[in-house]
T-cell receptor, first 110, second 112 residues
Framework: EDQVTQSPEALRLQEGESSSLNCSYT??????LFWYRQDPGKGPEFLFT???AGEEKEKERLKATLTKKESFLHITAPKPEDSATYLC???????????FGGGTRVLVKP | EAQVTQNPRYLITVTGKKLTVTCSQN?????MSWYRQDPGLGLRQIYY???????DKGDVPEGYKVSRKEKRNFPLILESPSPNQTSLYFC???????????FGSGTRLTVV
């Protein structure tokens, strides 16, 4: 059975304090790993897709990396507006199912 | 503006009363999907569609129906809602399976 586990569940950061979020997965035949951001009361917003081990993607203060068993989302010098829940999801090579992790709630205090 | 529109945003209904949550996208996307989000369980896929008249089950399809008669619309039907279907529902669309989904704003459903 496909599994996606995110850690930590919650993260409190001071503005400027860099940190990493983890997404570990077990899936037979990974096609892609997706990262989303979700603000309270809103739908998730797509950030990145990673396809192969060693791949990296960047967007502003966010950088996502992928290994064969896990992905990391690095937040560099975060600002209060980076506060959100960050979700990762995996897609298998066959079919179009997306399996999401439970998310990491990030709070960045000024 | 490119978007996925769900209606209604909030709905309170009674057990057994059939309901439909509508979803429409204006981006000409091939793929559409429905999710439910519950505390402690995260986002779970209910159904997805790869194109008109092509749909498949996600992880939690029991108690739900979908149809894709037009490319832009993907309604979610609850024939006989039960309290365990109380949840926050999201519709999403994507141009291709390798692209991230664009999500709607959500429908908060309460079944009493």
């Amino acid at each position: 059975e496909d599994q996606v586990t995110q850690s930590p569940e919650a993260l409190r950061l001071q503005e400027g304090e860099s940190s990493s979020l983890n997404c570990s997965y077990t899936v037979s035949g990974l096609r892609g790993l997706f990262w989303y951001r979700q603000d309270p009361g809103k739908g998730p917003e797509f950030l990145f897709t990673l396809y192969s081990a060693g791949e990296e993607k960047e967007k502003e203060r966010l950088k996502a990396t992928l290994t064969k068993k896990e992905s990391f989302l690095h937040i560099t010098a975060p600002k209060p507006e980076d506060s959100a829940t960050y979700l990762c999801a995996v897609q298998k090579a066959a079919g179009n199912k997306l399996t999401f992790g439970g998310g990491t709630r990030v709070l960045v205090k000024p | 503006e490119a978007q996925v529109t769900q209606n209604p945003r909030y709905l309170i209904t009674v057990t057994g009363k059939k309901l439909t949550v509508t979803c429409s996208q204006n981006m000409n996307h091939e793929y559409m999907s429905w999710y439910r989000q519950d505390p402690g369980l995260g986002l779970r896929q209910i159904y997805y569609s790869m194109n008109v008249e092509v749909t498949d089950k996600g992880d939690v399809p029991e108690g739900y129906k979908v149809s894709r008669k037009e490319k832009r619309n993907f309604p979610l039907i609850l024939e006989s809602p039960s309290p365990n279907q109380t949840s926050l529902y999201f519709c999403a669309s994507s141009p291709d399976r390798d692209y991230g989904y664009t999500f709607g704003s959500g429908t908060r459903l309460t079944v009493v």
